[in-house]
């Protein structure tokens, strides 16, 4: 079965610092992957995705995603973390083949501490 | 704009009632999609439509239904055999058209069982 799996429950980071979020996924098929953004209360925004080409994706808010296959991995990564970057991130890979749907990760929450 | 809306954002239910979580896009979106939102568990898919006056089942359908009587809405019931309903409850939509498209959410209906 499709699953999507984010070790890290919370991750904590001081302002400035950098950040890398892991995500690892479980499907037999070419995935499509996505990062999510959520503040507390409120709705997913996209941060970024990939369907195919470079394996280095680029995304909004200075985020960036790297793609590789050999690990199931689509790790989130920015290199200066910034006090509004704290929030929850969720990984999510899209099922074609099942109406398009999202099979998320458990979510990672982000704290920054200044 | 163009986007989704979902009402209302709170909403409170007595055991034992059947309630209704709107859910409206005018981004001219064949596909919408349900899911729960439950503390670290991430997204799980209810229900989706891609179309008009179908519907299918997702992960957890049990408890819930749907209807798709016209493109932009697609009304959630929770019902009162929803066995644990107290959650956060996302709507999205995609298009369908050219492959595998991303889905953009709604701001979310937090329903709290008394």
């Known amino acids: 079965a499709q699953s999507v799996t984010q070790p890290d429950i919370h991750i904590t980071v001081s302002e400035g610092a950098s950040l890398e979020l892991r995500c690892n996924y479980s499907?037999?098929?070419?995935?499509?992957l996505f990062w999510y953004v959520q503040s507390p209360g409120q709705g997913l925004q996209l941060l970024l995705k990939?369907?195919?080409?470079?394996?280095l994706v680029q995304g909004i808010k200075g985020f960036e995603a790297e793609f590789k296959r050999s690990q199931s991995s689509f790790n989130l990564r920015k290199p200066s973390v910034h006090w509004s970057d704290a929030a929850e991130y969720f990984c999510a890979v899209g099922l074609m083949e099942y109406g398009n749907k999202l099979v998320f990760g458990a979510g990672t929450i982000l704290r920054v501490k200044s | 704009d163009g986007g989704i809306t979902q009402s209302p954002k709170y909403l409170f239910r007595k055991e034992g009632q059947n309630v209704t979580l709107s859910c409206e896009q005018n981004l001219n979106h064949d596909a919408m999609y349900w899911y729960r939102q439950d503390p670290g568990q991430g997204l799980r898919l209810i229900y989706y439509s891609q179309i008009v006056n179908d519907f299918q089942k997702g992960d957890i359908a049990e408890g819930y239904s749907v209807s798709r009587e016209k493109k932009e809405s697609f009304p959630l019931t929770v019902t009162s055999a929803q066995k644990n309903p107290t959650a956060f409850y996302l709507c999205?939509?995609?298009?369908?058209?050219?492959?595998?498209?991303?889905?953009?959410f709604g701001p979310g209906t937090r329903l709290t069982v008394l």
């Open positions: 990939y369907f195919s080409g470079d394996t």
């Open positions: 499907y037999g098929a070419t995935p499509y």
């Open positions: 999205a939509s995609s298009t369908v058209a050219g492959g595998y498209n991303e889905q953009f």
